[in-house]
């Protein structure tokens, strides 16, 4: 079985600091993570990847030569990784890295399972899967807490409201998992050493494809469009109201009424 691994990379939120007076957002500490929900998606296809004989390959993409995730990925028990590289991820959003992603599957053919976070710490957008199965023709499940795959079939627990459902499909298929999951692993510290050094079975272990000449001009144009950005305004201190129920529901329904109006 190959599994592929969706694996991006956030900002340690620890490092940051929103100064809302200022309106600005301070960087103290510039400090990569792979995004969590990436991280437990892994585990997932690591779990599954040792209880069967098969491959898990984790594929990440940007602009700049940065592959530090994907190396982390290796690390941490992944047997190789593929580095989407090209100009045309400056701007990318989950519809071109879903269009390159689909590039990829077809060039490293026979994949089974796709497997990534179901949303991402920075921006929380949960589209790439979606798009990508779509892309694919694959079903897709969101949300799966717990995730099988043995005969044929993907069996997950998913969580709806309150209650847990068990899901199950063909592969191949699309599968999302979302943050805190599972407890993700820990990168194997000689593993992660020659990861680095690309020394021995770990030499040339990441592979770089430039996708530019794989996407066309519609495939490349990312359907999101930065406009800026902003803080939300200041919260406005409340009113205390004091009486009887009656007049504070009676408060309470004529300022909505003005708010209403307004």
């Not at 900002?11 to 600091?17: E, K, Q, R, S, T």
């Not at 309106?23 to 500490?29: K, L, T």
């Not at 406009?227 to 007049?247: M, Q, Y």
Request: proline residues 5%; negative net charge.
């Amino acid at each position: 079985m190959r599994i592929l691994v969706i694996l991006r990379r956030v900002l340690d939120p620890a490092g940051i600091v929103a100064h809302r007076r200022l309106r600005r957002i301070f960087v103290n500490r510039e400090r990569y993570l792979i995004e969590p929900a990436d991280h437990c998606a892994l585990e997932a296809a690591l779990r599954i990847r040792d209880g069967v004989d098969g491959e898990v390959i984790v594929a990440s993409g940007r602009p700049e030569p940065d592959d530090d995730t994907l190396r982390r990925g290796v690390a941490i028990g992944a047997d190789r990784g593929v580095y989407l590289c090209g100009d045309k991820f400056e701007e990318a959003d989950d519809a071109l890295v879903a269009e390159a992603l689909n590039r990829v599957i077809d060039q490293l053919g026979a994949v089974d399972l796709v497997m990534a976070g179901a949303t991402t710490l920075d921006t929380g957008q949960g589209q790439l899967g979606g798009r990508l199965a779509e892309l694919l023709g694959w079903p897709h499940i969101s949300g799966a807490w717990s995730v099988e795959a043995e005969d044929g079939l993907v069996r997950t627990i998913c969580r709806r409201g309150p209650d847990y459902t068990v899901v199950e499909t063909e592969l191949p298929a699309v599968v999302l998992v979302p943050s805190g999951a599972l407890k993700p692993r820990y990168p194997d510290g000689p593993r992660l050493i020659n990861v680095y050094r690309e020394v021995g079975e770990m030499k040339d272990i990441v592979e770089r494809w430039n996708v530019d000449d794989h996407l066309s001009a519609a495939q490349a144009s990312p359907l999101i469009e930065s406009v800026g950005r902003d803080f939300p305004a200041e919260r406005e201190r409340g009113e205390l109201v004091e009486g009887t129920v009656g007049d504070v529901a009676r408060t309470v329904a004529e300022a909505l009424s003005d708010r209403l109006r307004v």
